[in-house]
Each structure stands twice: as structure tokens, then as C-alpha cells.
């Protein structure tokens, strides 16, 4: 597999952790031992590119409810853009976590009018100048979509700098900071500058720890894995983009969020992935 091949099905663990960003440049000099800079990283002058994300839920948070749970198999869906004008395709992903095994399905889109699909509710129909030809992942994308009825309901973007092996089958180092969050329900890809809020939630980000450090891989960990992390003692933490900005969201709009999903703050605090 290419270094630089991002798969559209794979199953892969993913291990977080929270690090201060002057701890940045010495994992990267040991990552790079490794691995090289993926191609939005390496045209980038400080090597950060930006990633959008919109997380959808069904109407009353069953993805957010399934997760504060603690159920053992859960997914998520999320529509992913890059840069602050995003250009196609957008990537339709679902994220499936089982035993701490994360299996991803990701359906290109490339057409303006890819939103209607979503919109107008007709989000079984068959457009093939919207979808790419993953038809498998396509049809089990919009499949959940129907039967969750799912809407937009935030929006996030932060800064990435990514890293690919060279010498693995599939392993990806990534460094992600300056994360933000607006409540959105629209099917609008683009970053709104002046509604964007930083994560300033104390209890996800501890002093300075404040770049979310993630190594991903198959469920064959390379060796450099587990030596990076003993070499720079690092504590492997959770962190969710969707339910630590859903818990933004709930603190300055309560009324949007069912009682039902108004937990307490450690069960918030304790949802994974």
C-alpha cells in the first residue's frame, strides 16, 4: 500500500493522546524515521492543513445517547471537507467502533447539488453525478442516513499535520490543534470565521495539553508505536471532536439538546472515540 493511499474500507486502531505543542517537533523528528509528510501536510508552510467536519445525529441524539452509554458497538457519521473553500470531493464516513476496533466507510461526493440528496429526505434515490462509484459504502452511508433520519449538528475544524509510513502497510501519525466548533444545521461545508468558538473546555485540555496526538494503524502495531510511546511517556487519553463540542453546545444552548441527553458532566466526560 502507498504511503499516501488513504483506503476507503479499513479497520485500524486508533490510540490519542493529549501532548503541549513544543512537544510537536520532537515526536515529529522520531516520526520521520519512519514516515513522510502526506501531501496536505507537506504543501503547507508550517505542514497544518485544515479539516471540516459536519457530525450528524438522528433528531433526538441516539449516536451521542448510544456512546454516553458506553455501548460496546457504535458508529458515527460525519461529512469531511478540507481547507477554509473546500473543493471536491467531500468524503461521507461512517465510523464503527467494536472492542476497540474502528472500522471506517468512506463515499466520495463530487457534485454542488450532493446536499438536496439530504434536504429533500430523498436520500435513497440514485444520483451517479453525485457519488463516486463506491457503491457499497455509497449505499450503506445513505442506508443509516434513512433509517436514522440524521441531520446536521455541528460543525468542526482544526488544524492537521499528518504523517504516513513507509515502511507499514497502513500507519498514520497525526498531530490536530486550534480545534473549534459552531452548531450547524445546514449542509454547508465551508468554516464561518466569525461563529467558529475554540475547544476551551478545562476539563478535556489540561494546562498546555492542548494538540491531540493520534497514531493509527491495523490491528498489527508497529513496534515504533509502542517505542515512541515509552520514549516520550505518553498517557493514552479519550477525546471525541463531536461529543466535546456537543458539550459546548449544550452549555450555551441548552434548550437544543433533549432532556433526556442532558447527562451528567462525568458521563460526558467518559465518552470514547
Known amino acids: 500500500?502507498?504511503?499516501?493511499?488513504?483506503?476507503?474500507?479499513?479497520?485500524?486502531?486508533?490510540?490519542?493522546?493529549?501532548?503541549?505543542?513544543?512537544?510537536?517537533?520532537?515526536?515529529?523528528?522520531?516520526?520521520?524515521?519512519?514516515?513522510?509528510?502526506?501531501?496536505f501536510s507537506a504543501r503547507e508552510p508550517d505542514n497544518f492543513y485544515k479539516v471540516n467536519n459536519i457530525y450528524l445525529d438522528s433528531?433526538?441524539?441516539?449516536?451521542l445517547e448510544r456512546r454516553l452509554a458506553g455501548i460496546d458497538h457504535r458508529f458515527?457519521?460525519?461529512?469531511?471537507?478540507?481547507?477554509?473553500d473546500p473543493i471536491f470531493p467531500y468524503f461521507c464516513e461512517v465510523k464503527h467502533k467494536t472492542a476497540g476496533v474502528v472500522k471506517k466507510k468512506r463515499a466520495k461526493i463530487y457534485e454542488d447539488n450532493w446536499a438536496e440528496t439530504f434536504q429533500n429526505k430523498h436520500i435513497m434515490s440514485d444520483n451517479g453525478k453525485v457519488w463516486s462509484d463506491q457503491e457499497d459504502y455509497k449505499d450503506h452511508f445513505l442506508r443509516l442516513a434513512y433509517v436514522h433520519n440524521i441531520?446536521?449538528?455541528?460543525?468542526?475544524?482544526?488544524?492537521?499535520?499528518?504523517?504516513?509510513?513507509?515502511?507499514?502497510?497502513?500507519?498514520r501519525v497525526t498531530f490536530d490543534r486550534d480545534l473549534r466548533y459552531q452548531r450547524r444545521d445546514t449542509y454547508d461545508m465551508s468554516p464561518v470565521e466569525s461563529k467558529l468558538?475554540?475547544?476551551?473546555?478545562?476539563t478535556k485540555f489540561y494546562e498546555e495539553n492542548d494538540v491531540i496526538l493520534e497514531?493509527?494503524?491495523?490491528?498489527?502495531?508497529?513496534?515504533?508505536?509502542?517505542?515512541?510511546?515509552?520514549?516520550?511517556?505518553?498517557?493514552?487519553?479519550?477525546?471525541?471532536?463531536y461529543v466535546t463540542g456537543i458539550q459546548e453546545v449544550i452549555e450555551d444552548n441548552r434548550p437544543y439538546i433533549p432532556d433526556r441527553v442532558l447527562c451528567n458532566s462525568a458521563q460526558l466526560d467518559s465518552a470514547y472515540m
Not at 21 to 37: G, H, K, P, R, Y
Not at 59 to 63: A, H, K, S
Not at 153 to 171: E, G, L, M, N
Open 215 to 241: 497514531l493509527k494503524c491495523t490491528t498489527n502495531v508497529p513496534k515504533w508505536f509502542i517505542d515512541m510511546i515509552s520514549y516520550f511517556n505518553l498517557s493514552r487519553t479519550s477525546f471525541s471532536k
Open 76 to 84: 458515527n457519521m460525519r461529512i469531511r471537507s478540507y481547507g477554509d
Open 197 to 202: 468558538s475554540h475547544y476551551d473546555n478545562p
Open 151 to 171: 441531520e446536521p449538528k455541528i460543525f468542526t475544524q482544526y488544524r492537521r499535520k499528518a504523517y504516513a509510513s513507509v515502511i507499514d502497510d497502513y500507519a
Open 1 to 39: 500500500m502507498s504511503a499516501f493511499n488513504s483506503p476507503l474500507l479499513f479497520e485500524r486502531y486508533e490510540l490519542k493522546f493529549l501532548v503541549p505543542f513544543d512537544m510537536v517537533e520532537d515526536i515529529s523528528n522520531f516520526v520521520e524515521i519512519f514516515c513522510e509528510l502526506d501531501p
Open 59 to 63: 433528531p433526538n441524539y441516539l449516536f
